[in-house]
């Protein structure tokens, strides 16, 4: 098993959540098919569908053997246990997870800026509520999650959680690169204090295990159909 | 270590997420302080603030001799892995986490409902923007999420993830009681489509190993200043 490719289910069109597995499935040099870029995103309806069991709630999913493993903390705690992405010891182990799943959190309420009032509906029929949303996520949750992450750099760097990189330094470059992309202007004014952060995101930039992914075509590029979004109405200086 | 009670820091006046790790404290019959209810918030606040190294980005957070463990879910695992209020085969343990990150997600939109636009502002304030966000959390959020619980137990139950109840039946139980609480009229007339569902929420109700704790004064009811609150205004039977 360990040496056929996993199988990766997630929307082709965008970064997104699936993103944050990819990079540490090619930096750890791991196999793996990204089933959906090959077969499109109805294939991937219809295996999500026809799930039963272990059946995932939304994608990303990783197919592992006969078990269907989702939640992108999770996949990533399962890949950093069984291919050196992560952490062996116990409590650096259970650290690095504390801080994938605060990732997730600022993913969710980054997305939740440009659809505050209804996932389901565009942009544009609640440009109004998501001005307010924005106006708060940028002044208010954009310094308390970066500031908290910058702290963590402070306390045990120059990587979040181990002597060398792990996933979760992964997920912080992600996580920088969504929102440089979607708020250039509030990022570019908190630069200033976010140095340890900044300095391990070029770090992660040159890793030699990302070099090939980066350039590539497999790396979606941001867009305006995923959780990271440039609405310049919604980005600003505070 | 095994000998000394946990040390449990979480907001004393409300449930919120650290009732989902009390209901599996109590139900494992692990033995714990609940720190703030003894000491106030300020004391929460003063603690939180002198972490660092492991440091947490928000309560509740769990102190395992000299460690400190935050994110619900992340708890949640590790009391699973040490107590037996999990799963220790390993797919059913991942599919656990899995469930438990999903009722994560629900409760942060459960959240977003009444507090869409800015999570510092008084709801007062946002009351038009968390009416249009409660019709779509009622309309297309409730149903795709607890239908997908639903799903799980026709596949697997009677309980989630084993063949015993396990820290995720437990958050399933709060879950659909902190919306029991906040759209009473909405679960009303999901009920006939969740009959798994509020077959278990039931039974959790009377596991004979949260009989004492659920009458006790540990149980804190739900209020508005939780993370479910009950506005009329928000509630409706579709």
New interface residues.
Partial sequence: MADEPYDLWYWPEIPGRGEFVRLALEAGGIAYRDRAREEGSEALVKDMRAR??????APPYLLIGD?C???T??IL??LGDHHGVGLSRP?PR??A??LQ??I??IV?EAH?VHH??????YYHD?KA?AA??A??FRA??MPK?LG?FE??LS??GPWLAGERWSYVDLSLFQLIEGLRYAFPRRMKALAPTLPLSLALRDRVAKLPELADYLSSERRIPFNQDGIFRHYPELDGEK
């Fill in positions: 039963l069991g272990e059946r995932p709630f078990h493993l989702a939640q903390a999770n705690l399962y409590y259970c650290f997870h504390q799943l605060t997730a959190d969710a939740n505050p009032v209804a996932m389901s509906a609640q509520e307010r949303a106006k708060s208010e949750r999650f908290y702290a963590v306390d045990r």
